[in-house]
Structures are given as C-alpha cells and as structure tokens.
C-alpha cells in the first residue's frame, strides 16, 4: 500500500509511523508535516531510511493533491493538538485542523483515495465528575475550547464529504494518549520532565478533573483496524478504559520517580477546563475485533518515564521554551 501520513511527524504519527514500518515493511510511506514546534524530525529518525518525509502545510492544497495522487490510503493526524494553545492564540487551530482536514478531504474526493481522520473525544465536550456516562458513537457534539471546536467542525466536513461526495472516509475520536514522543507540554511528559529537570510539577486547579489514558500503542493498533476493515461512513469511539484523576496521575509519577508525593505546585486553572473524559469503544471491540495491550497503566507510565530518562537529547532542548510560556500564563 502507497500510504500518506499527515502530521507524521508528531507524538501518535510518528508512533504510527514507526509500527506500520514494522508491521508492513512492503508499504510505501510517506509522511507530510509542517515541523511546527510539535513536530521532530528526530521522530523520524529510526525508520528514516523507510520513509520518505517532506516538509509542508496540509492546508497547501496543491502539494496535497499531489501527494494524494500518488497514494492508496490517508491516515490524518496533522492537527494542532494543544488546548492552552488554542485559548491563548486559536487562529492556527482553524487553519490547521479545519482548512487543513478541507484540503485533505478536498484531494481524497477528487482522487478518490480512502481516507482515515484522526479525532479526539473532546468534541463530545465533557461529563459530570462521579457519574458513570461514557460518551459513545451517538453522544451530541458540544465541544468546549477553540481546540476542540475545531476538530468537531473537521469531523463535520467529513461526514459532509462521506454524504455529499461519497469519500470513503472513517473517523476515529480516541481518548487521552501517553508513551513515547510526546510533546513536554502535555500533562505526562511535563510531569516527568520537571523533575528530571529539578523543576516542580505543576497541577490545575485541584487535580480532580479525569481523563481516560491509552496507550499510544493501543491507540494505533486500534487505527489500523478501521484502516483495514472499517466501515467507509462509520465513526469509531477508541478507549482502554482507564480514567484516572489528575491528581492520581500526578501522584503515580511523583511515586515512580521516589519523589514526596506533595512534592507539586497547584497552578492556575485552565479556562473552560473539561471535567471528566470517558470512552465506551464496546462498537470497536465487537466488530473489528480490537483490544488494547497495554491495559497496566502503572507498567506503561515507569516505561514512559524510563524513555524520557534516556531521550533528554529529544525533549531538552525544548523545555526551557515550553516552561517559559507556561511561566507567562501563570501555569
Ligand atoms: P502533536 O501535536 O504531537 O503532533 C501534530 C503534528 O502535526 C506535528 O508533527 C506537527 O508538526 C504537525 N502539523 C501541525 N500543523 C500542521 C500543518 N499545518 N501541516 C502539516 N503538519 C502539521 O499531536 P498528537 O498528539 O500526535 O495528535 C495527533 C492527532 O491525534 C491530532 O489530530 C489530535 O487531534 C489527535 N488526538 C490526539 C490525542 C492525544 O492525546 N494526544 C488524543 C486523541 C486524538
Ligand atoms: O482527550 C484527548 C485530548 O487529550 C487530545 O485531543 C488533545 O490533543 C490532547 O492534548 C489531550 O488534551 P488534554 O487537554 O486532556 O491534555 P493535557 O495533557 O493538556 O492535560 C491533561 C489534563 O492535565 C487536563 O485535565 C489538564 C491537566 N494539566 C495539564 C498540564 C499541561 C495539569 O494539571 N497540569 C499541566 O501542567
């Protein structure tokens, strides 16, 4: 298979990147990526000789038609991903996520190249802390933050595109990743990363919003499935069941890295900020026959933290800018 990765060369691209490179090593993969902050050639670099990487926007209409010409299958993860971003600056949210997944769905019709989008389940909005709801394929749209509007219009336009235009896309709206290659500025790795770096850790607010984690791992596997055998039209809910609270989670790495479990700073709350996340992806287990791995959360987080310990040459040199920022929002 000829297959086109957007974003490729961010945290779950480049980690989809790297399996697909293991598990089909007849594919021909090509990955576009703007190598905004968020995206590393340094990602890359284990399948570098597999992969042929270029550097462009996703919105530039013209080098994606011509790279969707060239392919069998889109997988879409280009996006910008960080919610404190999207509050404090949201215009490339809309350029990216919205104008972006435009483009790409604008190529894939007149190619008329299969396509998977890679979503989030932050465009349901939240649920009530305590209660037992989880969303599911049918749950209204009521995303909060300019980042997650942005990715419901995207979501929108495809399911436009698939009626209207008959594109043969799926989309998949997975939960809260961790692993290898994420950004510092995301919860886990900031966590980690400030104590290694002798920093304390920073929690919002109280700790007590909950997020549902999965394993980057799980969540690519589970993106090959609707690759494989999902059903052209369909939305796909991905999940490995494990909500956690902030301040759990943040306690789980204090304890990890033998640090005082008081050992943090309370920081101002985001604005807006989503309560409780929680995924039921029964649809995706049942008929595509997935299931995740790496269900041991505590063994993936002291696997993570170990690849942070030993990867300083990846994530050092944006620390200092990531946490300068953060300084500024009093976070
Ligand atoms: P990331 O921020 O680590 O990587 C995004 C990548 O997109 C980067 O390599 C960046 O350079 C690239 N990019 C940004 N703007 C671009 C543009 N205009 N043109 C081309 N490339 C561009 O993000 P991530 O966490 O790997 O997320 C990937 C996808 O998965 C996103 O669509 C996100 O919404 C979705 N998602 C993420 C999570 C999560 O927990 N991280 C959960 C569910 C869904
Ligand atoms: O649910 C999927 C989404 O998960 C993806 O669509 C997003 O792209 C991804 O960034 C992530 O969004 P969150 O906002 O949930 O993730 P983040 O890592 O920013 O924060 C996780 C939780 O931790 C959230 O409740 C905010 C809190 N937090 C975050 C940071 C960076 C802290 O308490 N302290 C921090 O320093």
Redesign the pocket.
């Known amino acids: 298979m000829r297959l086109l990765v ?8 480049a980690n989809f990147v790297h399996s697909r490179v293991r598990t089909a090593p007849q594919d021909r993969v090509t990955v ?5 902050y ?3 050639r340094e990602a890359l670099a284990p399948v570098e000789d597999a992969v042929r990487l270029i550097e ?4 530039d209409a013209d080098l994606v038609d011509k790279l969707v010409a060239e392919a069998d299958a889109v997988v ?7 919610v404190d971003n999207a509050l404090a600056d949201p215009e ?1 949210f809309l ?2 996520n919205v104008v ?1 997944t435009f483009t790409v769905l604008e190529a894939v019709r007149r190619h008329r190249v299969r396509l998977h989008h ?4 932050e465009v349901y909005g939240d649920l009530e802390l305590g209660s037992t709801q989880r969303f599911t394929e049918s749950t209204p749209y009521n995303p909060s933050s300019p980042y997650s509007s942005t ?1 419901a219009a995207a979501d929108l336009l495809v399911r436009a595109w698939v009626r209207s235009y008959g594109v043969r896309a799926t989309i998949s ?5 961790y692993g290898p290659y ?2 510092v500025e ?1 919860f886990i790795p900031r966590q980690i990363t400030n104590v290694l770096t002798g920093r304390r850790p920073k929690l919002y607010g109280s700790g007590a919003n909950v997020r549902d984690w999965i394993h980057v791992d799980d ?1 690519n596997s589970a993106v090959e499935r609707i690759l494989a055998d999902g059903q052209p039209g369909r939305t796909y809910l991905i999940g490995a069941d494990g909500e956690r609270d902030n301040l759990t989670v943040l306690r789980t790495i204090l304890r990890l890295m033998d640090r005082d479990p008081d050992d943090f700073d309370h920081v101002t709350d985001r604005a807006g900020h989503d309560l409780r996340y929680a995924i039921d992806s029964t649809p995706l287990r049942q008929e595509l026959g997935w299931t995740p791995r790496h269900t041991d959360f505590e063994a993936g987080l002291r696997a993570t933290i170990q690849w942070y310990r030993d990867n300083e040459s990846w994530w050092g040199p944006m620390k200092d800018t990531v946490e300068a920022k953060y300084a500024e929002r009093g976070q």
């Open positions: 957007t974003g490729g060369a961010g945290f779950i691209g576009l990526d703007a190598l905004t968020a995206g590393s462009g926007d996703v919105a879409h993860f280009a996006a910008e991903t960080h490339p350029h990216t972006g890679v979503s989030t389940d990715k709206n997975c939960s809260n990743n994420q950004h995301k969540h």
